[in-house]
């Protein structure tokens, strides 16, 4: 082992003692100055480098898009795109996904369980995944419910559904999903409206995929055990 370590720095030691006697010292030097300079200019460039604004215009008739970036904040180009300076927009009141109608059942805007009267807590409560979901496809169903699960609920329910994830030990207070005792209907409602703390998912899980994060939630809860 020693040995390898030896003849590897010998060699090391070799050339850089036949490169000196190669190079005489300006020379070397000019070479080391002008490499320094390449690098700290690619550095300067690099850190000063800021991509959301736009390089001096060459063909200055040319349209360009207002695209910006997802919740950039772009307060500093005055009212664009929107007043508030956010880019990502809520969808609009009542919006229906694409090929989404049948489930999304009526009852699910975005007010709090506990602020809907009793009689559409009930209805929500008395909905199950939907026959389309639960028996048709199931793998792929569940498969994409932990995709959904793991990318939009683990970073605060835990990635086991067990409420323990980092955000827990300060103060977020996302409980074990293993656990809940909400019906399927409370679930859902609670991915569209949020709770206490948690955010609503109206606009990031489709309506497909809620139920197929309840298929996930269900079946880690034991339901499917059977099949
Ligand atoms: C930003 C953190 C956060 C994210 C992300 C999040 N939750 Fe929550 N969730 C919470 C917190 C905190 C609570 C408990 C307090 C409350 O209701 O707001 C909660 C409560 C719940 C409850 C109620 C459980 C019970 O028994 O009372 C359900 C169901 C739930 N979340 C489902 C989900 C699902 C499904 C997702 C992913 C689509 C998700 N949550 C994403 C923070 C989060």
Redesign the pocket.
């Known amino acids: 082992m020693i040995d390898k370590l030896r003849k590897i720095t010998d060699d090391i030691y070799d050339r850089i003692e036949s490169f000196h006697a190669r190079m005489d010292r300006r020379h070397a030097m000019a070479i080391g100055a002008a490499a320094g300079v390449t690098i700290a200019a690619i550095i300067a460039v690099l850190t000063t480098w800021d991509t959301r604004h736009r390089r001096p215009e060459i063909f200055t008739e040319m349209a360009y898009s207002v695209a910006g970036e997802s919740q950039a904040d772009r307060s500093d180009l005055e009212g664009f795109p929107f007043a508030d300076g956010r880019v990502q927009r809520p969808t609009p009141e009542g919006t229906v996904y694409l090929g989404q109608l049948g489930l999304t059942p009526w009852m699910f805007d975005r007010k709090k369980f506990e602020d809907l009267p009793k009689e559409q807590q009930d209805a929500i409560n008395a909905i199950g995944i939907p026959s389309k979901i639960e028996q048709q496809d199931f793998d792929a169903n569940l498969a994409r419910g932990e995709q959904?699960?793991r990318m939009?609920?683990s970073?605060?329910?835990g990635r086991n559904a067990d409420g323990q994830a980092p955000?827990n030990n300060y103060g977020?207070?996302?409980?074990s999903?293993r656990t809940?005792?909400?019906s399927d209907g409370a679930?859902y409602h609670?991915?569209v409206a949020?709770?206490?703390?948690?955010?609503s998912?109206a606009d990031r899980?489709r309506p497909d995929d809620r139920w197929r994060?309840i298929l996930y939630?269900r079946s880690l809860q034991g339901k499917y055990d059977e099949k």
């Open positions: 959904v699960y939009s609920c970073p605060c329910h955000v977020m207070g996302a409980v999903l809940t005792t909400k679930i609670q991915i949020g709770g206490s703390l948690m955010p998912h899980v994060v939630l």
